[in-house]
Structure formats: C-alpha cells, structure tokens
C-alpha cells in the first residue's frame, strides 16, 4: 500500500525559504506533486514532476519562486520555496499518481508551512 510522509514545514518570515521533502513507499510513480491548503480555501495543485525530470508543473502562485525536483533512487520530491510570502501559509500535501500536471490518486498527512509577515 502506498505511503508518502512529508517533512520540513515550519514557521518562516516572509522573504525566507524552506525545503519540504516527501517519500514515498509501497510503490513507483510516474509523477509526484505538491498540493497546499490554507484554511477556508480549497486545495490547490501548485507543482508536479514527471518521472523525467525535466516535465515539471507549476501553479503561475508559485512560478518563479518555487522549485520542484525528485530523487527517483529515495522515490523522494522536494519542493524549494524561496521568496514566502504570507499568502503561502497553509498545509501542504504531497501526492503521487500519473501525471505531472495533476494532483495523484496518492496523499501524505500535510506538513504546516506558516510565513510571517
């Protein structure tokens, strides 16, 4: 059965960075994603990497400021995020499925990630 857990949220002031990390078990996917929630909102799809690295996905949010990349011998996705803002608060979910450009089938627990203003 799939898995993923996520790590590296926190708490950050606006202009900072952080590095989220998910791994992935029980299976090898195609493509795997990142995916936020802020409260009252609905979830958004904001970056996805094919199993080739060089098909990435991202929300026009985060285009720019956000860096997606894989580690396909850990089955592990990262996420840089560099230049937060404090619209970049919410939870942020890992998924894994199929294609690079959609959220998967697949989710983790979510990891906090809080920017300070």
């Known amino acids: 059965q799939a898995q993923l857990v996520e790590s590296g949220g926190g708490l950050v002031q606006a202009g900072g960075s952080l590095r989220l990390s998910c791994v992935a078990s029980?299976?090898?996917?195609?493509?795997m994603g990142w995916s936020r929630q802020a409260p009252g909102k609905e979830r958004e799809f904001v970056a996805g990497?094919?199993?080739?690295?060089?098909?990435?996905y991202y929300s026009d949010s985060v285009k720019g400021r956000f860096t997606i990349s894989r580690d396909n011998a850990k089955n592990t996705v990262y996420l840089q995020m560099n230049n937060l803002k404090p619209e970049d608060t919410a939870v942020y979910y890992c998924?894994?499925?199929?294609?690079?450009?959609?959220?998967?089938?697949?989710w983790g627990q979510g990891t906090q990630v809080t920017v300070s203003s």
């Open positions: 029980g299976g090898t996917f195609s493509a």
């Open positions: 998924s894994a499925g199929a294609r690079a450009s959609t959220a998967g089938d697949y």
């Open positions: 990497i094919g199993w080739s690295v060089s098909s990435t």
